[in-house]
């Protein structure tokens, strides 16, 4: 057993605090990481405050997780000692299911579904899967902490040239729109809005502009247009403003709705093409105004799509490593971790907060 | 100009009756068409009544039309005399948008869209289209009438072996379920469930199951549940039975509502798969209940389809032909119209009522 520290809470209420937590000794397929970075995704929020009415206490959040391989278990050959590897929102699938079979473990049907990196329950992912090969604890921690420990197939690599701080947020926000994108066939030459600028939205269109798409970024905040333009969107505009929208109705191949809260799309379909896709990837809610006399006058879906499959990771980590593309971070010490829990709550951090993990110790 | 005999409308108001229109003769690329078998879609009762605010009357519906060539125009070459043609939902669209182009006509982006069959606006397609060439009257007529003229290309053959009163309901209702299947892909193996069991339902149900699909066909209405599997639905189950869906949760790559009102879905997104497409052609209102708690953990769509294209509509008569499948009709006489529009409008009609039209005569 390894005794380890984290940040985390132990209520609802509570706000999060240092504390000691076990780790298991990495078993045959897994590897203990030493953890540098970790981004704050809007959801440790959620999770943390039990908003989602499903958080198991004490709760150590971080799913946006990079760091230095420090021992691997007997049988993991991929990562050697050193390496600089990264940990996204899964740990572990039922591997039985078809979508597991399929590569995509972000849509485990097994009766659990996959193993998330925090919260996740700590109970076997298949009927047959021993029970013992699980963690020991009632839910899984995650990477506010100086240690985690993997199986090491759901560890992916961090390509060199990527800044190790600045691939964290790549593991959560770049792969939950990257791989919509890839899914939908988003394309050099199609016309794409971003709905949304903040963690995921600037991440999709950095992304979406390094395929070649031309990236129109649709904001609540009037101060972010300059921004979305100076990270190289074509253009951008307050989403409320008719003089700049009404012309582009028609228009887009591709919206993607990063925004976190429930919203209404029935005027933003009029911005879509014929076989225009309208993906939300922000919110669970109910999506509002899903007009049908916009749907199939020009043969229209609006979509859900949940993180994306270990591939998928993988690949936007080397997209972006091979085409110079980064998350804007601001690096913040854990210490301070509540107040930047505040901040993002009101769409303070430009635009991803990253925890550097020496800040723990 | 041909006096022509018809049953239409004056207002919204009035019941059809019996009157006489001019008919222009056939231009170059036109055919004069001597109606036999019309088709009663539930949209000729809306148009009649003006549900939709966009009724220029006189209107004289029907956009189901199986007849005989007449006569054809000096440079109409596809058909000749005494060949049986059908005409569907579209006589005419622009020919020069990204759709026309790829031979999408029903999603037409020219100035006025495709030119409907009946109740369609007779100005120019384009701005470079001349005026002459439209038929000089306020609105077009539809098939409740002994002729009709149509431009060659918008014609369907209505191929040997098919009954001509049969092929009527296939000019709408067949092509407007089986387009969407063909778009999305459905094939055989497949698990397909229909919404709603009418006109368009059971249709949907006999194609899909033509394509090799398990089809299973949820209705409100207990008495067609038999019917429903003596068409050849794998099963069949009333849409608000619990205990029968429950277990069908996650099964279905492909769900079809052809439910002619506005309906929650939220429930029915169980029922479909990973990727699985929930597709609307019934009804044009806001689609209630587009969860995306649901669509993002199994990255399912819900989208909107209108009609077909020509080259669908020809695929689907031909796809009928050659594996015997028919819709179930009822051959009723035109002075019998206003009873039959309310026999549609109860639901009443086993499954698609269809107007010989020698009993205009």
Chains 1, 2 share one sequence.
């Not at 990264?86 to 972000?106: F, H, L, T, W, Y």
């Not at 659990?112 to 076997?124: D, H, K, Q, R, S």
């Not at 593991?171 to 939908?184: D, F």
């Not at 009101?346 to 020496?358: C, F, P, Q, S, T």
Request: with cysteine; hydrophobic share 40%.
């Amino acid at each position: 057993m390894i005794m380890s520290l984290a940040y985390g809470t132990q209520s609802a209420a509570a706000p999060l605090e240092r504390m000691e937590i076990e780790r298991a000794e990495p078993k045959d397929d897994e590897i203990q990481i030493e953890v540098m970075f970790t981004g704050v995704c809007h959801s440790d929020i959620h999770q943390a405050k039990n908003e989602w009415s499903n958080t198991v206490y004490p709760c150590v959040p971080g799913h946006e997780v990079v760091g230095r391989v420090k021992k691997t278990g007997a049988k993991a050959t991929r990562f050697k000692e050193g390496d600089i590897v990264g940990v996204g929102c899964m740990i572990d699938s039922c591997r039985a299911c078809e979508p597991c079979k399929d590569g995509d473990q972000n849509y485990c049907e097994g009766p659990n579904g996959w193993l998330a990196t925090y919260n996740g329950p700590m109970t076997p992912a298949t009927e047959t899967q021993d029970a013992s090969n699980m963690y020991g604890r009632d839910n899984t921690f995650g990477g506010y902490s100086d240690t985690v420990v993997v199986k090491e197939d759901f560890v992916l690599s961090i390509p060199e040239g990527l800044d190790p701080a600045a691939a964290a947020p790549i593991l959560c926000a770049g792969v939950t729109t990257w791989s919509p994108m890839q899914h939908w066939g988003v394309k050099a030459g199609d016309s794409v809005a971003v709905l949304g600028f903040g963690g995921l939205g600037h991440m999709a269109a950095k992304l979406a502009k390094g395929i070649g798409a031309k990236v129109t970024v649709l904001t609540s905040t009037p101060e972010k247009i300059a921004d979305a333009k100076a990270q190289g969107a074509d253009a951008a505009y307050v989403e409320t403003d008719k003089t700049a929208l009404t012309p582009l109705a028609g228009t887009f191949d591709f919206i993607l709705s990063t925004v976190p809260e429930k919203h209404e799309v029935g005027a933003l379909l009029d911005l879509l093409k014929r076989d225009g896709h309208f993906v939300v990837v922000g919110n669970l809610d109910i999506v509002d105004g899903v007009d049908n006399s916009k749907l199939a006058f020009k043969r229209q879906s609006v979509s859900g799509s949940l993180i994306g499959n270990l591939q998928e990771t993988q690949d936007v980590l080397d997209f972006c490593a091979a085409n110079g593309i980064a998350p804007e971070i601001e690096i913040v010490d854990i210490k301070t971790i509540n107040e930047v829990f505040t901040r993002v709550e009101n769409g303070e951090v430009r635009y991803r907060a990253v925890i550097d993990m020496k800040t723990l110790s």
